[in-house]
């Protein structure tokens, strides 16, 4: 996965930061980023034990450097919109150099339509690292680049006041940089119809479905197929939905039918947001890991590569709680999930995951902040006797200026990660630096 940036990312990079001439003026959607914004940073930081090996063996301190050049924004004119999540990070190792790297990871995403978007074309490019084996150490070695380019057509008709029939078709092709078992290309329809039940509320019908192709594998083909009634409903300070239905992938082996099930609530009081969410659903290996890590450097660690193929059910639920100001100068947020994955031709592969996660952000002038994160994460795969897996602790605290000089900020961090592998081993280690971030571009 190392080495020299393809020219292929060369040039999505380049039409990340230029390519936003879409005219018109910027405008935001809700959550987006209004306009652009170019970022430069530079990180670097001691590690104590960059080999992540146990107490019992000879550890190696090395320097670790990180330079990063990120693109985010939101761009909208009368006939496209532009959204684009990009960073190149070049990372330099002082002691193991073979963990050197040049990567592109991040979303962009190009909609080609006119400006009411009834109908339009979606280009988009996705590019994130994953684990090979969840069990492994955290290691460059044990990574994948995984990227996915889709492309999708959308198209609304309005049939009536208050009914929408929507429908859209696409093509995503998958590609690994080292597990060619997992390349694969998939061809996705569907089709959903919403009547607005009340000026709050919405009902409907959503039927979906892909074709799953894998290109360097014989007689593995998948087929889903997911058909479900939804609601939502949106109030001032309570929205919630619910959707339940039924799902079935097949492959040449095997058929699986399992229900879908999707219900959330976010109730928001003034500075606090609470989000409750379950989903169940079946899906395939194709993509490896669903899930971004919270800490540097953000590597996906559920899902499966290196050689397996299947299909696999996933139940989840989710709770997050934000307060924006529990104190006048202070904000906090304490996030939930559990995890459940069921493997259809390797049951020994059945896992159970539980993420916990903490941060506390104190900013007493606009000249200084603080802030400490902490995460802790129990892996354990249930069908394996003696059970296998690991329990996880990581804590990160800094110290920002986020007006050293102008367009810059200044970060001065140190953390800890501490892995104990069941049955027995492990491994943790310790590390301390500083990060400068300087903004070349905002619009």
Known sequence: MGGSVRKKYYALFVFALGGTGTGGQALAQTGDLLGLRID???DVRSVDNAALRPDSEEQIKETQTFATLSADGHLKGEWSEFNTEYRLENRRHSEISENDETVILGDLKLILGPQHRRYYLELSHSSREVSIDPLAEDLPSNRDNREIYSVSAHGDLISGRGNTLSLWAGASDIKFDENKTNESRRFSVGASFDHAVSPVSVSGVVLTGYELKY??????????GRAAVYWRTALRRISY??????NNIKSDTDSTTSPSISADLTYRSGLQTLLVAYNQYLSDTSQGGQETGRFQPRVEVDGRLGDVVDQYRLQRFVVSWTHDQI???????????????????????????MRTGFEFDYKPSRYWGLSLGANFRDFQEVKVEPRTGYDERQWELSVNFPQIV?????ELFTGNVKRDLKPAGGYDYNYVGARFIYRLYER
């Open 327 to 353: 104190c006048a100068v202070c904000t906090m947020s304490i996030d939930l999930a559990l995890d459940q994955e069921t493997y259809v031709t390797f049951p020994e592969l059945d896992s159970r995951e």
């Open 241 to 246: 939905g619910a959707e339940i239905g039924g």
């Open 40 to 42: 430069a940073a530079i």
């Open 215 to 224: 290109q360097n594998l014989d007689n593995s083909d998948v087929q889903y």
């Open 406 to 410: 102008r367009n810059g900020m200044l």
